[in-house]
Nanobody, 127 residues
């Protein structure tokens, strides 16, 4: 059974940090790229990052570049999203998702690329 389980969400202050984790099972982790996508209330899903199956340098959306980083641990079949310098526009439900293409590129922003999804974890930013 394919599973992606996000954790690590919660409340942080503006300028603060959170570390989200995506634990996966039930599919060949080393064959899939993993993306992070978020959705704020009343807004469409927004692609945040992608890290390839080969753990090549991850791609990040302009809105989070320089603040968020993505890390892949093949031994544990997990991907982490480190959120630094959180801003008022960052609150959302954050999802991890798996892409069978295995690579990341200019197409990674397409939500439809992702085959499997987690249930999401809520990130709140408030002072």
């Amino acid at each position: 059974q394919v599973q992606l389980v996000e954790s690590g969400g919660g409340l942080a202050q503006p300028g603060g940090s959170l570390r989200l984790s995506c634990a996966t099972s039930g599919f060949p982790f080393d064959a899939y790229a993993i993306g992070w996508i978020r959705q704020a209330p009343g807004k469409e899903r927004e692609w945040i990052s992608c890290i390839s199956a080969r753990n090549v340098k991850p791609l990040h959306a302009a809105s989070v570049m320089g603040r968020f980083t993505t890390h892949r641990d093949s031994a544990r079949s997990t991907v982490a999203l480190q959120l630094n310098n959180l801003k008022p526009e960052d609150p959302a439900v954050y999802y991890c998702a798996a892409d069978i293409q295995g690579t990341c590129g200019s197409y990674s922003w397409r939500i439809s690329n992702y085959n499997f999804w987690g249930q999401g974890t809520q990130v709140t930013v408030s002072s």
